[in-house]
Structure formats: structure tokens, C-alpha cells
């Protein structure tokens, strides 16, 4: 029977060890696994490394490095885990791998680069079990969502289940625009509210609801009227916007500003039975503007105030704008990004159509003139700017 | 060729009332001009003073954005869905 020594001598002559020097030269091109436990991978860790304690080593590898071929450093605190784990690794297919001789221990105490990782505390890891068990999300995209800021323009409709959502999935800041009060027509949908707020402002209502659901998240408010003047100053900062206001001008104008800052939008709206979502992600794939060139005569295109809506249907059109936010800010799968859905609550049907980046598009082609930031009237027209340099629009 | 013309609420009024309607014609054009034949009350909702298709309507044929192929004038073949889609505005209210 093999002694403690002569296992890990033996251990040893299978795999390949190399030093942290060595190491450190490979930063960027092979993976670096971290095999200690969570008590220890907490107080530090080499930049970019995947953790995997050694205990679930050989139940999780594959989704954390799904290509055998893949170049893999292995690291402990010492060497000596690693290099059981480097062995474990080639049983497993792993055709690169390597241990790193003297572990984290050695690496630190020549100087090389480390960091502490933000690590979720057990409350999170908790409360975001269910994600974290997801391979696409995971630890690090759950801490990816609690780094994450939104803005919510409208704590309205659509507003009320995208925050709702987006807060009990952890987005640690979630900005919200809304300059109106609590009124009781609007308890039939806008479910971020209750009778006991009614008379309230939105922001507050919404900050109320959300910290009571999830207190990880900071929501800040703005109760303010969204407009030219504010537009830059609020969005700028902010990850992704969900577009969840009721009128043209606002929307054109938010598309502007987005289109300025880059910050994408995710855009939704609603009429009686019927929703659409859609991502406007600026420069990679169309904006407002190209899908839609000019907004419909007042006399053709009634509000919700006039003409009704289901007050189911904002759960599900919101919902979808959290959905895609997540993706967004996750880089998962398939954003709606020149994809327009549109949802038909009566025939329950959902369809997808192109939406393609406009060549002419006065907003974000490449011949568009500078984008003013400048209110807009109900025709919602490009702005231009004059020769005085003053600028159309008021 | 005949199509099936998927309507939005906004136009269903116009229609009895109807998500959608069989339709004949060899362009896009054609088959709105028959749809404007039997329901007049859907012109002002589609069609400008200039014999184009308004701006804020999108339409589809299949999934592709007629602006993209050859607008009012894109051929269409028997058991193609053209789908209308109006702007909408509506979110927060």
C-alpha cells in the first residue's frame, strides 16, 4: 500500500508541473483553474481564473471547460491539490494540462498579479440558487447582474413587471423615470402599485415594492418629466433602458440619446390586444428611427388612456423586456436585436419579423448629420441644424 | 395569388372584426387595393395622399419588410402572409 508520499511522487510523474513564471506567460491564452475551496478562493484569486473546488471536480468540468483540447493551468494553494486534480483532468480527456508548482501560495509571494473576487455572500448565494445552478449564469453572471444598472423609463404598464422581475433577479441598480401618482384606474395592470399607495408617486411606490422584494438592489428615482434637458444626464451610466412610455416624442427622443450614448434599449408597447418588443441595440442592429421613420397622425393611433388595454397584457410584454435585458447584460443567447415580436393576445400567437438598419436612416446611418438632442413635437421629424446653428424642434 | 392578410386591432374595425382576411393579387399593391375595394374605412390607415404606403405602417411579407424589397410593388405568391403592423406607442399608461 502506497503511502501519502509515494501517491503524489507517483501522481507527480504523470503530469506535467510548470512554475509560476512559466505560468504567468500563459495568462490570456490557457485557462487557469483554481481546485481549492471556497473559504480560501475568497481571499484571492488569480485574474480571470475558473473556479471548481477539487471536491466537485470531475461533476462540474465540463461545463466550466467544455473543450478537451483546451490549454488548462491548474492551480492550488500549494501544488499538491492541483496536481491530483491536473491527473483527474487527463483521466477525463483533457489532453493540456498542467499543474502549477508552489500553487497560489508561491504566486503571490513573487509578486504576480492576483485579485480579491466579489463573491456572492450566502444570503445571495441563496436567494440566486436557481440561476447559479444555470451553466449560462452561473456565479459570475449572477455577480454580472448585481454590477448591472437598468433604467426603467415608466413605472407604468410595462415598467411595473419588468422592475419587478429584474429586481428579484438581482440587477443591482435599477433607475426609474415616472413623474406621475399612484392613481386607482391604474391598479387594473401596473402591479409595482396598491391601494394603500394610491395618491403616491410612482418612483416611491416603485422603490417601496422593490426594496421589500429584494433589498440587494439600489433603485434610484427620477421624478421628473423625461425630456431634452435630462435625457443625456439620466441615461447616461445605465447598462440598458427598458422602454416602457406611452407617446411618440419620448420614444424618438429616447432613441436619439441612445443612439448618442450607446446604451441599448429594449422597447416595448402595447395596444389593447396586441404588444411589441424589440431590441435597439445602437450601430449593431437597427434603431427606432429605422424601423419606424415617422409616428402615425394622432387621429390613427389612439393611447391606451383611449382606447383600452387588457391589463394582463403589459405582465407579459414587460416581462419579455426583462427577459431581454437579462440577455443583454448576461450576452446570452439571441436578443430580439433587428427583430421585431409581436404578440396577439387573442389568437395567442407570437411572430417574428425582420427589422433592418435604414442605409438613409437619419438617426445612426453613416451619413447621418450629428444627432441633436432637442424635444419633439407630436410629427416627431429629424432635427437639423440650422445655419444660424440653432436647431429645428423646440 | 392568394394571401392571407394579417390585421392588426387598429384595422380589425374596418374588417367585421376579423384578425384576418383571404386576399387576391399579384403585388402587395394589389392585394391592399382589393382589401381598400371591400373595406373602404382601412384607405386612410395604410395608403397616403401619394399612392405610397404610409411610413408608420411596417409590412411584412412573410417576415421581410416590404420597404426592403420592392415596396407597395413586392410580388407576392399564392400562400404568402402579409402581416400590417402599426406603430404603437402605448406602455405606461
Redesign the interface.
Known sequence: MATFREFLAATKARITEIDPAEAETRLGTATFLDVRELDEYEQGMIPGAVFVPRGHLEGQIENKIPDRAAPVVVYCAGGTRSAFAADTLTQLGYTDVVSMAGGFGRWKNEGRDWITPVVLNPEQRTRYHRHVLLPEVGEAGQQRLLESKVLL???????SPAALYLAAAGVGTLGIV?M?VVDASNLQRQVLHNVDRVGDRKVDSAKKTLTLLNPDVNVVTYDVRFGADNVLDIISGYDVVV??????PT?YLLNDASVLTRVPVVH???????G?VTVFDPFRGPCYRC??????PPE??P???EAG?LGVL?GIVGSIQALETIKLLLDLGDPLRGR?L?Y?A??QSF??????RDPACPTCSDDAAPIVIAEYDEHCLPHAVLADGTTTGH | MAVTV?L???LRAHADGA?SVEAEGATVGEVFQGLIARYPGMA??LIGEDGEL?????V?RN???IR?LERLGTPVSDGDEI?I?????????
Open positions: 423609463l415608466g413605472a407604468g404598464g410595462l415598467g415616472d406621475d422602454d416602457g412610455t406611452d407617446n411618440f420614444r416595448g408597447s402595447i395596444f389593447r390586444f396586441e411589441q424601423m419606424l421613420p415617422e409616428p402615425p390613427l393611433a393611447s391606451c388612456a388595454v403589459p421585431l409581436a396577439d387573442l389568437e411572430r417574428t419579423f425582420k427589422v433592418r | 394579417l392588426p386591432t387598429l384578425s386612410a390607415n404610409h411610413r408608420f405602417v411596417n411584412y417576415d421581410d419588410d426592403y402581416a403592423l402599426p406603430a404603437v406607442a402605448g406602455g405606461a399608461g
